[in-house]
């Protein structure tokens, strides 16, 4: 009778490894659906092989996250990420409901970044250029419930920040640094 539990103990043991490296296996090569804000996605991959005489995968080259409409067309949502063949990023980004938000990431193959671009509601809103890895130019506008206020510049080495006429002075720039201070009095801009 131990002989059996024990036996029985060993064989659930094994059997629970197995799920458990057929689970990870297969989050690896096709990727469990998840929820991202408030959809289900699933993960769509492009992966590199060796050569078109070993056609072995052996990484991701490109990989997305997309839900479904009921008409079949796929919606980006969430991120998605590109890398060189050294498995290095080339680009990343973040999509909602088909657009892009926030910042997209390039970089070159020797893992220096190169440019950004930044995104609210689908909308390019700004830019970064990068030399050998260091901010060179930046131009970004500054936004109020989606609505253009004022931009936040980089160039020769320092920040800046101007306000488009008729908008109000709301906020202070470090030159040294680009981080922005809210201003509790402020007055109208091009007065």
Same mark, same amino acid.
């Given at each position: 009778?131990?002989?059996?539990?024990? +036996?029985?103990?060993?064989?659930?043991?094994?059997?629970?490894?197995?799920?458990?490296?057929?689970?990870?296996?297969?989050?690896?090569?096709?990727?469990?659906?998840?929820?991202?804000?408030?959809? *289900?996605?699933?993960?769509?991959?492009t992966w590199y092989g060796?050569?078109?005489?070993?056609?072995?995968?052996?990484?991701?080259?490109?990989?997305? @996250?997309?839900?479904?409409?009921?008409?079949?067309?796929?919606?980006?949502?969430?991120?998605?990420?590109?890398?060189?063949?050294?498995?290095?990023?080339?680009w990343l980004a973040e999509?909602?409901?088909?657009? %892009?938000?926030?910042?997209?990431?390039? *970089?070159?193959?020797?893992? +220096?970044?190169?440019?950004?671009?930044?995104?609210?509601?689908?909308?390019?809103?700004? @830019?970064?250029?990068? %030399?050998?890895?260091? %901010?060179?130019? @930046?131009?970004?506008?500054?936004?109020?419930?989606?609505?253009?206020?004022?931009?936040?510049?980089?160039?020769?080495?320092? @920040?800046?920040?101007?306000?488009?006429?008729?908008?109000?002075?709301?906020?202070?720039?470090?030159?040294?640094?680009?981080?922005?201070?809210? +201003?509790?009095?402020?007055?109208?801009?091009?007065?």
């Amino acid at each position: 009778m131990r002989r059996r539990i024990r +036996l029985t103990i060993v064989a659930l043991a094994l059997l629970a490894v197995l799920l458990t490296a057929v689970a990870a296996a297969y989050e690896v090569v096709v990727g469990f659906p998840r929820k991202v804000d408030g959809h *289900w996605v699933r993960r769509a991959t492009t992966w590199y092989g060796y050569s078109l005489a070993l056609p072995i995968p052996y990484m991701r080259g490109e990989m997305s @996250w997309y839900y479904t409409l009921p008409d079949g067309r796929r919606v980006l949502h969430g991120q998605r990420v590109y890398r060189h063949h050294n498995r290095r990023y080339a680009w990343l980004a973040e999509y909602r409901d088909g657009r %892009l938000v926030g910042t997209a990431t390039r *970089w070159n193959e020797h893992g +220096l970044k190169t440019n950004e671009e930044f995104y609210y509601a689908g909308r390019q809103v700004g @830019w970064a250029i990068y %030399l050998d890895g260091q %901010l060179h130019y @930046w131009n970004e506008q500054i936004l109020d419930d989606g609505r253009a206020v004022a931009s936040r510049k980089f160039e020769n080495g320092r @920040w800046r920040l101007s306000f488009n006429c008729g908008e109000t002075v709301s906020r202070a720039i470090d030159e040294r640094t680009g981080e922005l201070s809210v +201003l509790t009095q402020g007055g109208p801009a091009c007065s």
